[in-house]
């Protein structure tokens, strides 16, 4: 077997930051069970917006949720009432998932202790300028494409076309697997322009994975963007 690693993992602390920021030694195992479930809830909620990426800060009386997306406006929504039943939605599962067995009891990062109605959540959403140049974006396009029963060549080319149109994006690979076309046999379909050194720690990739559902089976959608490579300032 290969032994493959996650382009935006293998580079943590090296070009990426974390998604997750905080530290406790003391309920590490229980907050990161929560963290998972909670971005896990946050991407079925939202499907159909296009989001770059969901972070979250913890402090021992604050839950801050930081959603990058390309469309605020529809997340927002009038007069800010559709960032508010988020809002609403988000506590209530994070009280649901306290009561779950294995995570009764969380401590909160510097030894303060979550308890429900104490932890102040906060949402946060910013916008994402040039929506091309982020892989999770261009991924979630082509999914909406694919759903939309598209021929998933045209979906490929045309994704490389817009993607690579943008002057910071260096290199562009998308990539396509499942029963394409509703084919008896799963295949792979790839298109790549321009270069994807996946082996150089300081190029700086993004990438992602997602997933169109369709009638006939599950289509895996990954996209690599190469952005230059970065150096120490010094």
Same mark, same amino acid.
């Given at each position: ?10 580079? !943590? ?11 406790? *030694?003391?309920? $590490? ?10 971005? /896990? ?22 839950? *801050? ?15 800010? +009432? ?14 649901? #998932? +306290? ?55 045209? #979906?490929?080319?045309?994704?490389? +076309?817009?993607?690579? @149109?943008?002057?910071?994006? !260096?290199?562009?690979?998308? @990539? ?11 295949? $792979? /379909? ?16 993004? $990438? @992602? !994975?997602? +997933? ?8 895996? #959608?990954?996209?690599?963007? $190469? ?8």
């Amino acid at each position: 077997m290969t032994h493959t690693a996650h382009p935006y993992g293998i580079r !943590l602390g090296i070009l990426k930051p974390w998604r997750s920021r905080w530290f406790d *030694t003391r309920g $590490y195992r229980q907050v990161l069970k929560i963290d998972t479930l909670l971005r /896990e809830y946050l991407w079925r909620e939202l499907h159909g917006i296009l989001i770059e990426s969901i972070e979250i800060e913890r402090s021992p009386r604050a839950l *801050t949720i930081i959603i990058k997306t390309s469309q605020p406006g529809i997340l927002i929504g009038r007069g800010g +009432e559709g960032a508010e039943k988020l809002k609403t939605k988000i506590q209530a599962f994070i009280s649901k #998932v +306290e009561h779950q067995p294995g995570t009764a009891g969380v401590r909160a990062p510097e030894g303060g202790v979550e308890g429900r109605g104490r932890l102040e959540v906060r949402l946060t959403i910013e916008e994402v300028r040039m929506p091309e140049t982020y892989a999770n974006i261009v991924a979630q396009m082509m999914v909406q494409d694919l759903e939309r029963r598209l021929p998933f060549r045209r #979906v490929l080319k045309n994704t490389i +076309e817009k993607t690579n @149109a943008n002057k910071e994006v !260096l290199g562009v690979k998308v @990539a396509l697997k499942g029963r394409l076309d509703g084919s008896e046999m799963g295949r $792979y /379909e790839w298109l790549r322009k321009g270069r994807i050194p996946l082996q150089t720690l300081r190029a700086n990739i993004d $990438y @992602a !994975l997602q +997933e169109a559902r369709l009638p006939y089976g599950t289509i895996g #959608v990954k996209v690599w963007i $190469y952005k230059g490579e970065v150096f120490d300032k010094k």
